[in-house]
Nanobody, 122 residues
Framework: QVHVVESGGGLVQPGGSLRLSCAAS????????MGWYRQAPGKQRELVAV???????NYADFVKGRFTISRDNAKNTVYLQMNSLKPEDTAVYYC????????????????WGQGTQVTVSS
């Protein structure tokens, strides 16, 4: 089993910054991609940013130049540095980890955290 826990959300004023963290633990044998998604009230969950095992990154257009994704493989942790936050960034942010466990053979699975609330408001 893989456990994914996000942290770092909160209330911030427009133009402010937050740093989200996501740690994966459990019977992990290897991790492929790690990513951040978000879901605002009444909207579908959408991709924010993803980072591969080779640290190549991909961002949604609406966060390019403002958000930065990074990872620490030794800690099985992914980060999302969010700068110049806007009210429309308000959402629950979810971490996704694509991992292989000690019991899954060669198969990778997607594991989600419970989410962390980010609210951008004055």
């Amino acid at each position: 089993q893989v456990h994914v826990v996000e942290s770092g959300g909160g209330l911030v004023q427009p133009g402010g910054s937050l740093r989200l963290s996501c740690a994966a633990s459990g019977s992990i044998s290897s991790i492929n991609a790690m990513g951040w998604y978000r879901q605002a009230p009444g909207k579908q969950r959408e991709l924010v940013a993803v980072i591969s095992s080779s640290t190549s990154t991909n961002y949604a257009d609406f966060v390019k130049g403002r958000f930065t994704i990074s990872r620490d493989n030794a800690k099985n942790t992914v980060y999302l540095q969010m700068n110049s936050l806007k009210p429309e960034d308000t959402a629950v942010y979810y971490c996704n980890v694509n991992a292989r466990t000690l019991y899954s053979g060669r198969a990778y699975g997607n594991y989600w955290g419970q989410g962390t609330q980010v609210t951008v408001s004055s």
